[in-house]
């Protein structure tokens, strides 16, 4: 099954919607994982997810939405966690790239959400940026697994994290002529721990490199992990539909 277990298509980078998720599924992308980022996506992400049977919802505030979040904002994101078509706590993280000046304010919302993660028995949906060993700890506390969404590290903290019970987000970043770590990453861990993502609208795979991305351009993605693999573009869409099923309610 072809799914894009990560992506945003509540971006305003977008005219509509609605025309994405069509243009989609169109295109044979069969599960769409539309991620909030803050309370405001995560409540749209819920409505759009009750009109598509393809589309399903992951809730949460991102590292990047911290500031000014109230105790009634993760109440709200816990309240519609409840949604049968919420599969997961996401897109939660920590990114010190951005800035380590609100690191506090960071782990404060990331423990937030794990903890509803882990009280409604959720995977989590988990942005990474130069945070490894802080994510690491937290994941590892609150016992939860889910995805490493559009993975960057290297071979041995992709393999600590599939340890832990995670999946390695792949996405159009492996299509990129000078991106060897993530083709090195691909090369050496089982197709088994892979679950594939655009991250619409951004991060598109070549040949549209630049342009904005729609989870109809995960057939590059799947073909560029079948090269690495020595496997068939069929094989990939299997078992990376085989992997994110076992995680996720889908
Ligand atoms: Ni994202």
């Known amino acids: 099954m072809l799914i894009d277990s990560h ?13 994405e998720i069509k243009k989609a599924i169109a295109s044979g ?12 996506s995560s409540i749209e992400a819920v409505e759009l997810s009750k009109k598509y049977k393809e589309v399903y919802a992951a809730v949460g505030i991102g590292p990047e939405n911290v500031y000014d979040v109230t105790e009634s904002d993760v109440k709200k994101i816990e309240d519609i966690s409840l949604n049968e078509k919420v599969v997961a706590i996401g897109e939660i993280g920590l990114d010190y790239y951005w800035t380590k000046e609100n690191k506090d304010a960071q ?5 937030s959400m794990l903890k509803i ?10 942005h990474n940026r130069e945070a490894t060993d802080d994510i690491y700890s937290y ?63 951004y991060l598109t795979p070549e040949p549209y490199r630049g342009k904005k991305n729609n989870p109809d351009k995960l057939p590059f993605i799947v073909s560029e992990i079948a ?10 869409i299997k078992q990376t539909g085989t992997n994110v099923r076992s995680k996720f309610d889908l």
């Open 227 to 236: 090269k690495l693999k020595g496997v068939t573009n069929a094989d990939v």
């Open 7 to 19: 992506c945003h298509l509540l971006s305003s980078e977008y005219i509509d919607v609605n025309e």
């Open 139 to 201: 994941l590892k506390e609150y016992n939860v697994t889910g995805i490493m969404h559009c993975f960057s590290g290297s071979v041995e903290t992709a393999n600590r994290f599939i340890k832990l019970g995670f999946l390695i987000g792949i996405g159009g970043v492996v299509t990129f002529k000078n991106a060897k770590k993530v083709k090195d990453v691909v090369k050496n861990i089982p197709l088994e721990a892979i679950s594939l993502e655009t991250d619409s609208p």
């Open 29 to 40: 992308v069969e599960r769409i994982i539309i991620n909030g980022i803050d309370v405001k």
């Open 117 to 126: 993660a882990k009280k409604r028995k959720l995977p989590v949906i988990v």
């Open 107 to 111: 782990i404060k919302i990331l423990k």
